[in-house]
Nanobody, 127 residues
Framework: VQLVESGGGLVQAGGSLRLSCAAS????????IGWFRQAPGKDYEGVSC????????YYGDSVKGRFTISSDNAKNTVYLEMNSLQPEDTAVYYC?????????????????????WGQGTQVTVSS
């Protein structure tokens, strides 16, 4: 399984970015894809995830209403549209893949069930 993120960069507060996560080596519909971020000195934070089997989406409280996750199953790619970005959104953003399990359904934004991770892409929001 390989996950490759792209789309990070530097943006001013209030701006937008769209991250992409291209997946290969897996049966795309059988996995959930999540976005996580890690700011310097902080733990991983679950940002959003999508169940590719049924399209259900989940969002962390800090990004609800600002970020939108979507999936193009034909391209094996998941997108994260980020709007109204704020300096506190500055972090390395990772996409990760998880197989469905009872524990994943209980905590879809927890890192526990995500076994495959991309290399990350830096998002920096200036004030």
């Amino acid at each position: 399984v390989q996950l490759v993120e792209s789309g990070g960069g530097l943006v001013q507060a209030g701006g937008s970015l769209r991250l992409s996560c291209a997946a290969s080596g897996l049966l795309f519909d059988a996995y959930a894809i999540g976005w996580f971020r890690q700011a310097p000195g902080k733990d991983y934070e679950g940002v959003s995830c999508i169940s590719n089997s049924d399209g259900r989406t989940y969002y962390g409280d800090s990004v609800k209403g600002r970020f939108t996750i979507s999936s193009d199953n034909a391209k094996n790619t998941v997108y994260l549209e980020m709007n109204s970005l704020q300096p506190e959104d500055t972090a390395v953003y990772y996409c990760a893949a998880a197989q469905y399990s009872s524990s994943w359904y209980q905590s879809p934004l927890g890192t526990y069930d995500y076994d495959w991770w991309g290399q990350g892409t830096q998002v920096t929001v200036s004030s």
